[in-house]
C-alpha cells in the first residue's frame, strides 16, 4: 500500500479522472437546468398551529412576505390580487385600489 492512488489499475496512468473532470467541466452548463427543472414546488411545514412560516428574503436577508402554517399571509409592501378583469390592490399606506 505504498502508493494506492497510483495502483488503481493504470487509472491516473491514462489521464482517465482527468477527461472525466473536463467532459463535466463541459457539460455542466447543460445538466444545470434539466438539474433544478421542477413543475410544481412543495413546501410542507413542520406545524399545523401556525408556529412556522415559509418565508421569502431580499437580497440582505430581509423578510417580505411569510404564510404561516395557519394560511395567514403577510406581505410588507405591496400587495395585488387580479382575477378575471378587475383586481385589487393594497399599497403600504393600507389604502385598497
Do not use: H, Q
Not at 395567514?72 to 385600489?97: D, K, M, Y
Amino acid at each position: 500500500m505504498d502508493n494506492i492512488f497510483f495502483n488503481l489499475k493504470g487509472l491516473w496512468n491514462k489521464n482517465v479522472l482527468l477527461r472525466l473532470l473536463l467532459c463535466l467541466t463541459i457539460l455542466y452548463p447543460y445538466l444545470l437546468p434539466i438539474a433544478v427543472y421542477a413543475t410544481d414546488v412543495d413546501a410542507k411545514l413542520n406545524s399545523a398551529n401556525g408556529s412556522t412560516s415559509f418565508r421569502v428574503l431580499d437580497s440582505a436577508d430581509v423578510e417580505v412576505a411569510s404564510i404561516d402554517s395557519n394560511g395567514n399571509i403577510v406581505v410588507l409592501g405591496s400587495a395585488t390580487i387580479r382575477g378575471n378583469g378587475a383586481g385589487i390592490t393594497v399599497g403600504n399606506g393600507g389604502g385598497i385600489t
